[in-house]
Structure formats: structure tokens, C-alpha cells
């Protein structure tokens, strides 16, 4: 059985730019923390999809990436660049700064719970999303680092 989706079959979908923008102009996220402006190695932009250069201003801020509540709609931290970036446009196509990485994808089914998870195939992933979404229960993946858990972004089925 052939697992695979042509990229065309799936939609990145990077954090929302109002947001990025409000944590910048407030440095504070949902939480209630108080958040700062630093310089780190390189870590990965949840906004534009990229990896910072090292000593780039970021900002680290709580996020729950889930528009629902319940036991998995977990917070954990994420990175955006601390000056203004470019969201993600290339929907369709998995984000390369990632491709060659190791990821956790979780699948997630209409109720908010996680149907199936797989580590992804270094650059492959897009095999991965397809195993994924071979569950007609999967309506969207998260993509997650897999050793500290944070979320990288979703994948959302591209519906025609």
C-alpha cells in the first residue's frame, strides 16, 4: 500500500501573523507572562518557518496551538523572530529548514484527540504526513520537535 501524498495534498499552515504582531507589540502572550526580547543560537521561527541565525533577537512566548480545550489542547513554548518576518506562503510545500529534520507528527482527529503519531522520515516528511492522513480519522497533524515537544506548526488536508 503506497502511504505517500503528493505535496499538493496537504497545506502548511504557520502561526497566525496577528498573533506574531501582538506579542510583539505587548511582549506579553495569553498566559500571562511577561515576556523579553533575546539573542540565542539558531532556533526555528513559528511564523515564517525559518531557522534565526545565531544571536537574531527572538522572542520565546507560551502557545497552545489548539482552537479547542480538553486534554490534549496542550501550551509549550515557541520561538518567532522579535523583528517583523514574512509568514509562510508556500502552503504546499513542506517547509525546508525542516524537511531534513527528525519530527514528531501527531494526527489529530475532529474531536481535538490524537489519533496516530509517527516519527517522520529525515527528509521525507511528506511520507510521513501521508501515513498519517491514510486515517480518513486524521483531519490535521501537528508537527513537533521531538525531543523537547514543542510545536513547529499544522497540516491541515487540502480540500478540493
Known amino acids: 500500500m503506497n502511504t505517500s501524498i503528493d505535496h499538493t495534498?496537504?497545506?502548511i499552515v504557520p502561526l497566525a501573523v496577528d498573533l506574531a504582531d501582538r506579542i510583539r507589540q505587548t511582549l506579553a502572550d495569553e498566559f500571562g507572562n511577561r515576556l523579553a526580547v533575546w539573542e540565542t543560537d539558531s532556533v526555528p521561527c513559528r511564523l515564517c518557518l525559518q531557522r534565526t541565525k545565531p544571536g537574531e533577537p527572538v522572542i520565546l512566548f507560551a502557545?497552545?496551538?489548539?482552537?479547542?480545550?480538553g486534554p490534549y489542547?496542550?501550551?509549550g513554548p515557541i520561538f518567532i523572530h522579535a523583528r517583523a518576518c514574512e509568514r509562510y506562503s508556500d502552503s504546499?510545500?513542506?517547509p525546508p529548514d525542516f524537511a531534513d529534520r527528525m519530527l514528531t507528527m501527531r494526527g489529530y482527529n475532529a474531536d481535538g484527540r490524537i489519533e496516530t503519531a509517527e516519527l517522520s522520515?529525515?527528509?521525507?516528511?511528506?511520507?510521513t504526513i501521508g501515513k498519517l492522513f491514510a486515517n480518513a480519522r486524521v483531519q490535521f497533524v501537528h508537527v513537533r520537535n521531538p525531543a523537547w515537544g514543542c510545536y513547529d506548526?499544522?497540516?491541515e488536508r487540502e480540500r478540493t
Open 92 to 94: 504546499n510545500l513542506f
Open 9 to 11: 495534498e496537504f497545506r
Open 121 to 127: 522520515e529525515r527528509g521525507n516528511p511528506e511520507a
Open 73 to 75: 489542547a496542550e501550551v
Open 153 to 155: 506548526f499544522r497540516v
Open 63 to 69: 502557545h497552545r496551538p489548539f482552537d479547542f480545550t
